[in-house]
């Protein structure tokens, strides 16, 4: 049975990333994956990292929990909106929190290299955003992309990633949204 743990990282609520995760989760869990979900703005954590790499910030409870549901996972899904090219901040502070050395990587003694120590895992982002999704990737060079996938995940040693982006919503039709919706649907279903 594969284990897939979603990642809502939307700040706000009933939003259109909220129906992309059920959709996900609903197909998923019709092939026969076992589930787990953590919604960042359910979390309480100070998104402040005031101590840097250089101190020892205690983990907050639901971080702790939410690194022992990373661990546990066979398959990460990000779900989030795409803010000034990126990801909102609760992202990055849940991000910059979570993904310690120790934890998600680990830099060698004397080196420029590190150990990756979340190998064994693959993601599927899927990224909302207003932009139209060819100026994101031909003008913008997909910024948010590139730092979630090859900054973060890869960086940490997971992969495949994979980039499912899902725009403009802002002149999106319902008929559009619902196609998206039933797209996010078959990917839970291939547990990609």
């Known amino acids: 049975m594969k284990k ?9 609520k009933d939003t259109f990333s909220d129906e992309l995760r059920e959709s996900y ?24 990292f005031s101590e840097g790499y250089r101190g020892n910030q205690e983990l907050e409870p639901d971080l702790v929990k939410a690194q022992e549901d990373i661990t546990w996972a066979d398959h990460i ?3 989030y909106p795409n803010w000034w090219s990126t990801f909102p901040a609760l992202m990055k502070g849940f991000i910059d929190r979570t993904f310690l050395p120790g934890f998600a990587f680990k830099y060698r003694k004397g080196s420029l290299l590190w150990d990756k120590l979340l190998t ?3 993601a599927r982002m899927i990224v909302t955003m207003d932009t139209p999704p060819w ?30 982006t899902i725009g403009s919503l802002k002149v999106s039709s319902d008929n559009k949204r619902l196609r998206w ?12």
């Open 120 to 122: 064994g895992r693959s």
């Open 135 to 164: 100026y994101y990737w031909l003008i913008y060079r997909r910024p948010g992309h590139n730092a979630m996938k090859r900054g973060i995940l890869e960086f940490c040693g997971i992969k495949p990633v994979r980039i499912t």
């Open 4 to 12: 897939i743990l979603i990642i809502l990282g939307h700040p706000v």
């Open 25 to 48: 989760k609903k197909g998923a869990t019709a092939s026969g994956a076992e589930i787990r979900e953590i919604v960042l703005r359910k979390l309480h954590f100070d998104l402040n």
């Open 77 to 79: 899904v990000i779900i």
């Open 181 to 192: 919706i039933a797209k996010v649907e078959k990917l839970g279903r291939k547990m990609n």
